[in-house]
Nanobody, 127 residues
Framework: QVQLVESGGGSVQAGGSLRLSCAVS????????MGWFRQAPGVEREAVAA????????GYADSVKGRFTISQDNAKNRLYLQMNNLKPEDTAMYYC????????????????????WGQGTQVTVSS
């Protein structure tokens, strides 16, 4: 059984930093996209960043480029999202997501690329 458990969310002031962590268990070895999505109330869930495990190529939403960094620790089966210079518009529930397997050519922005999702961790940024 695949499980994804996020942690690290919280409340910060604008300009602050948070590091989200996703503990992954139950996955079989495969190359795949793993990513972070976020969803604010009344807004569709959107891709924030993703990393392809077969090589480490990453993609970022334009709104977070230069501020957020996605990384993985294969030894610890963890996915991270370092978020710097946070803005009030970053306020949302953040979800870790993982594909069962798939080629690099799959769209990392598409929800349908991902088979497994965590329960989410709340990030609140005040001005």
């Amino acid at each position: 059984q695949v499980q994804l458990v996020e942690s690290g969310g919280g409340s910060v002031q604008a300009g602050g930093s948070l590091r989200l962590s996703c503990a992954v268990s139950g996955l079989t070895y495969a190359t795949r996209w793993m990513g972070w999505f976020r969803q604010a109330p009344g807004v569709e869930r959107e891709a924030v960043a993703a990393i392809y495990t077969g090589g480490g190529s990453a993609g970022y939403a334009d709104s977070v480029k230069g501020r957020f960094t996605i990384s993985q620790d294969n030894a610890k089966n963890r996915l991270y999202l370092q978020m710097n210079n946070l803005k009030p518009e970053d306020t949302a529930m953040y979800y870790c997501a993982c594909a069962a397997a798939g080629p690099y050519g799959d769209s990392w922005r598409a929800l349908t690329t991902y088979n497994y999702w965590g329960q989410g961790t709340q990030v609140t940024v005040s001005s």
